[in-house]
């Protein structure tokens, strides 16, 4: 269905209400509108701390009788008014003092907060404005913290996005929602089965699809940071720390995921240390570049640094064979963004894993031998199929680069 810009689509309907002579109140047709299908699988929805609101519809109107413009009164052969003079007009006709305003094809479009729970959005040549369409939002659990609109016009797309921010679960959890027009009309968009994102008539609820951590603008379109998935085990805590995040871009009458931080983890054979190593030479308060064995002295600390201590050939050989021994110096080392990580797991072999499952293995905060992958259920790492723990290792194999550590990888051996 091809759409018409939103401002054409006003001119030609003022054009036609001339005509035919009705008069100032009178309504013109609404736009389609429609409900999202009731069998459409959430990309991802944050769980509430509160009991679900009422779900109520949106109304999206083509064309409205516009107030007077107070700011920029028309006038044969003036300029068009600039996107900082549309904005002045649009924050006068309406009292709300921050409006979002953007540039469309044939003039303007913005978005208003009225009476904190409703987002009015707005189409206009900068002077004068019609609402094309009414939103009921969440109500705010908090009043100290206000609602704010902020609004852009994405690659490939006619009309504006706008992206609505504020406190709206006591637990942090659902903050953003994102509005924007396609072809079923203004709305909200909400995750499909297919995987995009498309407008919807339906308001925001707790709980349900639509309401998300973060959303932001980025340079390709939309940024959405999410809570867990359907059957998440891990606190909040955890959740909000490492949220699934996703990218999208306009692709007709939707949005289209382009990226994901969900990692899906590799198995990789059991990582046996040899029999013996070489200690370096110590040259300052890093290892030197180069693969080296190691014994690390606790997990990733509040910077990220794992205290560890070379191992040589030793005279003595452990239980599982290993004749290392440590040397005298210890280090403090990082891991670099991009490292490489593999784990043993508790049914053989090693496997990959992301930073911060390294952290959550090997933090401070995990006293236990192993972790339930169970724990991270839902979350932005995947584990291959059949594995359903990660084992705490001492010694590892680490490479080291400039300083840190560019891959560490931990052997099951004691």
């Known amino acids: 269905m091809k759409r018409t810009p939103m401002i054409a689509l006003l001119a030609a309907t003022a054009a036609t209400i001339a005509v035919s002579g009705c008069n100032n109140e009178t309504m013109g047709t ?59 007009d649009l924050a006068a006709d309406t009292g709300y003092r921050t ?22 959005i707005w189409a206009g040549d900068g002077e004068t404005w019609e609402p094309v369409f009414t939103g009921k939002l969440l109500a705010p659990v908090s009043d100290d913290e206000p609602i704010t609109v902020e609004g852009r016009k994405l690659a490939g797309d006619l009309d504006g996005t706008f992206i609505v921010r504020g406190p709206f679960t006591g637990d942090g959890t659902g903050q953003a929602l994102a509005y924007g027009r396609g072809d079923t009309g203004w709305g909200l968009y909400v995750a499909q089965a297919d995987g995009s994102l498309k407008t919807t008539s339906k308001a925001p609820a707790l709980g349900q699809n639509g309401l998300e951590l973060h959303i932001e603008f980025n340079a390709g379109g939309l940024r959405t940071l999410s809570m867990w998935g359907p059957g998440a085990q891990a606190a909040f805590a955890m959740q909000t720390r490492n949220p699934i995040e996703r990218t999208w871009k306009r692709v007709g009458d939707g949005l289209q995921l382009t990226g994901t931080n969900i990692v899906q983890g590799k198995r990789l054979p059991e990582h046996r240390m040899p029999q013996q190593a070489t200690a370096p030479k110590r040259t300052g308060r890093s290892l030197p570049d180069g ?124």
Not at 35 to 40: D, G, H, I, Y
Not at 101 to 113: R, W
């Open 30 to 88: 609404p736009e389609p509108t429609a409900t999202a299908p009731s069998s459409v699988t959430p990309t991802a929805a944050p769980t509430p701390s509160g009991s679900s609101s009422t779900s109520a519809t949106h109304t999206s109107t083509a064309t409205r009788t516009a107030r007077p413009s107070s700011s920029h009164p028309s006038a044969p052969g003036r300029p068009a008014p600039t996107l900082s003079q549309a904005r002045a």
């Open 99 to 120: 409006p979002a305003v953007v540039p469309v094809d044939g003039g303007y479009q913005g978005a208003t907060i009225e009476k904190q729970h409703t987002l009015v």
């Open 291 to 414: 693969t080296w064995q190691v014994v690390t002295l606790g997990g990733p600390g509040e910077f990220g640094l794992i205290p560890m201590a070379a191992l040589r050939t030793g005279p003595d050989c452990s239980q599982s064979g290993l004749c290392l021994e440590r040397t005298d110096g210890e280090y403090e080392m990082a891991l670099t963004d991009t490292a490489s990580i593999s784990v043993p797991t508790g049914q053989g072999g090693n496997v990959t894993i992301p930073h911060w499952v390294h952290r959550q293995v090997y933090g401070p905060t995990q006293p236990n031998e192993t972790i339930d992958l169970a724990q991270l259920k839902g979350g932005p790492y995947q584990a291959p199929s059949g594995i359903t723990s990660l084992t705490r290792g001492r010694y590892a194999t680490v490479t080291v680069s400039g300083g840190k550590v560019t891959a560490i990888t931990y052997s099951g051996q004691s």
